[in-house]
């Protein structure tokens, strides 16, 4: 909702499903896809037992087969090539936890990929399958700087888990490339700005076509076939449409 409005609206308000097409290869919605499941689906098996971490990497292989099974990745000609890639990205020790809650007005719900503990306390894990940190939402010029994640850790995730213990850190990490990745944590005045312009949006009832200047927020969206973006857009933008 941060990086485009009419995505965000597509997606999670109208369901609009990406059109089904060939693959010759895993693209980047379909691995993340692939990975979160795999994940919940190997610590579903091991959530009641008392040695987790070392129960989940026993059942890693087998659960892996059963999801690229499943989402048909194996039938994909590329695959056999890269599957222990996939694998070997998948054995970073995890311990995924959901949290619900309210975060500047606004509920929300989410995801913690893992939890460390350390001597300054807890520190919090998003994990990526990029090798970038993630370029945010849009600040008031239209530019996609604002870190969201990371503070949503730090001000809804941990106090709703963790309401009784320190927090030290959030942090990306990059399953690909096997390393943490810079993380920025914007201003009080960014988020400030962009609470206030989301919100906006949902009272109204307004979902724009509207992505960042670079475009950005459309390399991965599903939607392109029921989008405006384009020529138009640019010349409504600089005044010049109605």
């Known amino acids: 909702l941060g990086s485009c409005a009419f995505s965000w609206y597509a997606g999670h308000v109208l369901r609009l499903a990406e059109p089904e097409e060939g693959e010759d290869s895993v ?3 379909t691995r993340g896809t692939f990975y979160h499941a795999v994940l919940e689906a190997v610590l579903s098996r091991v959530k009641d037992s008392d040695t ?8 890693l292989e087998t659960t892996f087969a059963a999801v690229e099974t ?7 000609p590329e695959w056999p090539r890269t599957r222990g890639e996939h694998l070997t990205a998948l054995r970073v020790p995890r311990g995924e936890r959901r949290f619900e809650g309210v975060w500047r007005g606004l509920r929300v719900r989410g995801v913690v990929d893992r939890i460390d503990e ?6 919090l894990f998003d994990y990526k399958t990029r090798s970038s940190k993630p370029p945010g939402a849009k600040d008031a010029a239209g530019k996609r ?4 994640q990371l503070p949503l850790y730090l001000e809804a995730a941990a106090p709703e888990l963790f309401p ?29 700005e962009l609470v206030a312009r989301v919100k906006g949006q949902l009272e109204a009832g307004s979902f724009p076509v509207d992505p960042d200047p670079d475009a ?27």
Request: include cysteine; hydrophobic fraction near 35%.
């Open 216 to 242: 950005s927020a459309c390399e991965h969206c599903d939607f392109d076939l029921v989008c405006r973006h384009g020529v138009r857009l640019e010349r409504k933008r600089a005044g010049d449409a109605p």
């Open 164 to 192: 009784d213990i320190a927090v030290a850190d959030a942090r990306y990490y990059s399953l690909t490339q096997a390393k943490r990745l810079p993380g920025s944590y914007p201003d009080d005045a960014a988020l400030t």
């Open 118 to 123: 350390t001597p300054d306390g807890l520190v």
């Open 27 to 29: 693209g980047y919605g």
């Open 145 to 148: 700087s604002v870190d969201v």
């Open 70 to 76: 499943d989402l048909g990745l194996d039938r994909l």
């Open 52 to 59: 987790p971490q070392d129960d989940a990497l026993e059942v």
